[in-house]
């Protein structure tokens, strides 16, 4: 191997592959990835050179898109895209500083509003990303001698701000209610407890059980916060999510949502009361310490709404594909969980063979995610599926028939009972 070249597998540029040392040792050890990449079975961060339609570019490659979360098709969206470029032609690029000081715009209160009223709150507060809502919210509103109470499939940052908060960190079993009730009762009744859920959950698809758990919550004197990041769009009268769906928005104290996944953009938001926001706009760190939301992105989620609300039929083709494809799935044979959304996992089992069915897939033409520890337990490893509006019947079939042909490969279909 000349000097030049790199690690195994040679992807890590034209640096000689280094012995690191102190706290850089763990570097050296972490080798994981470039023994996938040797082997070619790196699933992330494959560079996409077209945008976030049904079929996208990969190394040149055609691939029909089953991996994004762009579930109204709304990223490519010509009124949208011109609404980008609109406020970036009247507020430049960027804001150049936090919310807190002078990264606020009209267009970021109007927006505020305007998703307030989508989800039925009095007040909603936008930060840069998702995952910075979820940690400034639980590390803002959960103090030492309180608890946060989370269901274990929850997303990681949630996760990351239990640990950033005071508090204690209590999980129960995924949407099962007994669990929760019992993990309850272990907490002493007069002490503060917030209980956390997704409301549809990430990688498995599933809709959490909101009443029950509203329900307990009330019994135990705690609140209800919903990462509604798979709701938005997706569930509920309008798009307006999980919390709408079940008729509860009143039972709901926080409801979250991001702007990556229905809105087509990036951003993330919370809603509650006027009291919890104003509370929240002074000590969510992430609100306070982080550049605010750029001009495009707002402008983006504005008329993501106004489409949203206009073109109804979207979330209904959504709902459409979503059935085809799992009815289509579940046909097949294959166990895909409890999803009831547009998210379809497959369940495959161990990280091994869910690669190899990764790449058998990839080769086919399909783009999908294997979802590996930490991302699950382990054992409990996925191929992610996610379906949007915009995909046709013939995507959808010509798909099934080259799942059809992974399933029977990797042994994975049993006949429905
Ligand atoms: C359930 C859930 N919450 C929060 C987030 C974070 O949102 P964002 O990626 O928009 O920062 C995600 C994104 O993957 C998510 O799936």
Not at 168 to 196: G, Q
């Amino acid at each position: 191997m000349d000097s030049m070249s790199s690690g195994p597998s040679g992807t890590l540029g034209t640096f000689p592959a280094q012995q690191e040392s102190g706290i850089f040792e763990k570097c050296t050890r972490f080798t994981r990835a470039d023994e996938l990449k040797a082997c070619g079975l790196y699933p992330y961060q494959r560079v996409i050179e077209t945008g976030q339609d049904t079929e996208v570019t990969v190394n040149g490659q055609r691939m029909l898109m089953l991996g994004s979360n762009s579930y109204l098709e709304l990223t490519t969206h010509p009124r949208i895209k011109a609404a980008s470029a609109a406020a970036i032609q009247k507020y430049g690029s960027g804001c150049a500083g936090s919310r807190f000081l002078n990264g606020t715009l009209p267009i970021h209160l109007e927006l505020e509003r305007r998703l307030a009223d989508l989800v039925g709150k009095e007040a909603a507060l936008v930060f840069p990303t998702g995952f910075q809502t979820n940690t400034g919210v639980v590390a803002a509103l959960v103090h030492q001698g309180e608890y946060v109470v989370v269901d274990k499939y929850i997303h990681a940052c949630i996760l990351d701000g239990c640990a950033l908060s005071q508090g204690t960190l209590v999980r129960f079993n995924h949407n099962d209610m007994a669990d929760l009730e019992e993990k309850l009762a272990r907490i002493a009744p007069e002490a503060n407890k917030l209980i956390i859920t997704d409301g549809v959950f990430s990688m498995e698809g599933d809709i959490c059980r909101l009443p029950e758990l509203v329900r307990l919550a009330r019994a135990n004197g705690a609140q209800v916060m919903v990462d509604d990041a798979h709701g938005i769009g997706v569930l509920g009268p309008g798009g307006a999510g999980t919390a709408a769906h079940f008729g509860l928005t009143g039972q709901v104290d926080l409801i979250m949502g991001t702007f990556s996944k229905s809105l087509g953009a990036i951003g993330g938001f919370i809603a509650a009361s006027e009291r919890v926001i104003n509370y929240l706009m002074h000590f969510a760190r992430p609100f306070m310490f982080s550049a605010s939301a750029s001009p495009a992105s707002v402008a983006a989620v504005l008329a993501a709404l106004d489409v949203m609300a206009e073109e109804p039929e979207r979330i209904r083709r959504m709902w459409d594909n979503a059935r085809f494809l799992k009815g289509g799935f579940d046909e097949l044979g294959f166990d895909t969980g409890q999803s009831d959304s547009p998210i379809i996992p497959i369940m495959v089992g161990d990280a091994e063979r869910c690669l190899a069915m990764w790449d058998f897939l990839r080769k086919e033409g399909i783009f999908v995610n294997p979802v590996l520890p930490p991302g699950v337990p382990p054992g409990r490893c996925m191929i992610r599926i996610s379906v949007t509006a915009g995909h046709t019947r013939e995507q959808l079939s010509w798909a099934l028939e080259r799942f059809a042909k992974a399933g029977q490969a990797f042994d994975l279909l049993r006949p429905m009972s």
